[in-house]
């Protein structure tokens, strides 16, 4: 017997035919003998539903200001996933299995008092193990907890996941499952390159790296909490017959284990390719080249919530001026330009310049420590290809190229053939 925790998204209790579906998963596991917690998101396009609301009730009342309590926004966003998970628990009840809903505040799981984008700070998981110690199945609102105003707060986008993972943590499970519209983690975007294959394992960095770099199976805080906890994650489909073949093997069930890297016996140097759209360069020429530069500058635009990334500098031969080249997300580029200009003065730079439409593509694999030349491989078969880079980042176990968007497909295939990532 194990103790399981099963997170379902939004695609996958989209209706109420598919939240019968997700019963039947949860019943499997609860007839293999396992103790069971069920987190679940809100029903599929419910939240944007909700946040349009919050974010029309302003003007439809005349206001001249669109802002509003994110207090107020938390107790109305967070009633989709309260819907799906007594939806859920009727769903179980109703084909034998006894199941109760617990809300974030219940529990409690308590947060921050950053209403609207809480971190989570500690969850009493004691009444929900008595409980499925007894049988009964806890089914819990993903995205949402107890702020210390008692107030509920909400864990941002994509908050289920992290959710999910930080309960399992709290019951010290055996396993966090996450099953949602695909079947496990690849190499790359199947869409861009469809001979790209589903990994059996991958490291809890690997994944960090692979989620913060665009690929969407994953919420970035979701792996990072279950790297710090330990916690081995399984990425499943919700799709599947509950009842297929191998759906029920503990020990090996179909999909992607994310795992510590101890846990994979022959570690590939390159595990997978992931991309990003939608960035955005900026450049500022003729920098003072002096002490306190640099924070003059990162400082404000991190202060903006503005998320810098890849950072080029380029120092003039006498010494006195350099050229700063940056990344941001492409959404974020007027705004970072505002930020900057308002430093002009202080910092002293001749001219601001920005590019849109750019693609950062990365290379991940924790092999690629004790591998030489992975890197220069890469910038070989760019070139070959025709393939401008414009900036480079590096760390342990990733290469991150910036290129010019209208390359992005072909980059990625082109990496994922000739580290021999399409060969099963």
């Known amino acids: 017997m194990a103790r399981i925790v099963m997170k379902f998204g939004g695609t996958s209790v989209a209706?109420?035919?598919?939240?019968?579906?997700?019963?039947r998963h949860v019943k499997r596991e609860v007839?293999?003998?396992?103790?069971?917690?069920?987190?679940?998101?809100?029903?599929?396009?419910?939240?944007?539903?909700?946040?349009?609301?919050?974010?029309?009730?302003?003007?439809?009342?005349?206001?001249?200001?669109?802002?509003?309590?994110?207090?107020?926004?938390?107790a109305v966003v967070a009633s989709g996933e309260q819907v799906t998970s007594g939806l859920l628990a009727i769903a179980l009840q109703s084909i034998g299995v006894d199941a109760r809903s617990w809300q974030g505040w219940q529990i409690p799981i308590r947060t921050d008092n950053a209403h609207g984008a809480a971190r989570i700070v500690d969850i009493d998981g004691s009444e929900i193990?008595?409980?499925?110690?007894?049988?009964?199945?806890?089914?819990?609102?993903?995205?949402?907890?107890?702020?210390?105003?008692?107030?509920?707060?909400?864990?941002?986008?994509?908050?289920?996941?992290?959710?999910?993972?930080?309960v399992a943590a709290?019951?010290?499970?055996?396993?966090?499952?996450?099953?949602?519209?695909?079947?496990?983690?690849?190499?790359?975007?199947?869409?861009?390159?469809?001979?790209?294959?589903?990994?059996?394992?991958?490291?809890f960095e690997e994944m960090l790296e692979m989620a913060s770099l665009g690929a969407k199976v994953l919420q970035v805080r979701s792996v990072e909490l279950a790297m710090v906890h330990k916690v081995r994650t399984f990425v499943r489909s919700s799709f599947e017959d509950p009842d297929a073949p191998g759906m029920g093997d503990f020990e090996n069930p179909p999909g992607t284990l994310i795992c510590d890297e101890e846990e994979i016996v022959e570690q590939q140097v390159v595990t997978g390719i992931a991309y990003a759209k939608d960035e955005a360069q900026i450049s500022l020429r003729r920098v003072a080249d002096r002490p306190g530069v640099s924070a003059g500058l990162f400082g404000p635009l991190a202060e903006a919530n503005i998320n810098v990334d890849m950072i080029v500098q380029n120092i003039s031969e006498d010494g006195s001026k350099?050229?700063?080249?940056?990344?941001?997300?492409?959404?974020?580029?007027?705004?970072?330009?505002?930020?900057?200009?308002?430093?002009?003065?202080s910092?002293?730079?001749?001219?601001?310049?920005?590019?849109?439409?750019?693609?950062?593509?990365?290379?991940?694999?924790?092999?690629?420590?004790?591998?030489?030349?992975?890197?220069?491989?890469?910038?070989?078969?760019?070139?070959?290809?025709?393939?401008?880079?414009?900036?480079?980042?590096t760390s342990e176990i990733k290469i991150s190229i910036l290129i010019d968007g209208p390359y992005a497909e072909l980059a990625v295939r082109t990496l994922h053939s000739v580290y021999g990532l399409d060969k099963h």
């Open 15 to 23: 209706d109420l035919d598919r939240i019968h579906n997700v019963a």
């Open 31 to 74: 007839d293999a003998g396992h103790q069971v917690a069920v987190v679940v998101s809100a029903m599929s396009g419910k939240t944007n539903e909700l946040v349009g609301w919050v974010q029309g009730m302003p003007k439809a009342c005349g206001a001249s200001s669109p802002l509003y309590d994110a207090r107020e926004y938390d």
């Open 129 to 166: 193990a008595k409980r499925m110690e007894r049988g009964q199945v806890a089914v819990v609102t993903g995205f949402q907890g107890l702020a210390p105003d008692n107030r509920i707060a909400t864990l941002g986008r994509g908050g289920s996941d992290t959710s999910a993972v930080a």
């Open 170 to 203: 709290a019951l010290k499970a055996d396993r966090c499952d996450i099953y949602t519209d695909v079947d496990g983690v690849y190499t790359t975007d199947p869409r861009v390159e469809p001979r790209a294959r589903r990994l059996a394992k991958i490291s």
């Open 322 to 345: 350099t050229d700063i080249t940056f990344t941001v997300p492409t959404g974020d580029v007027e705004k970072a330009l505002a930020v900057l200009n308002k430093a002009r003065e």
């Open 347 to 393: 910092v002293g730079f001749d001219a601001v310049q920005s590019e849109s439409g750019l693609v950062k593509v990365s290379v991940i694999g924790i092999g690629m420590r004790s591998h030489a030349g992975v890197a220069a491989t890469a910038f070989k078969a760019l070139a070959d290809k025709g393939i401008n880079i414009r900036a480079i980042t």
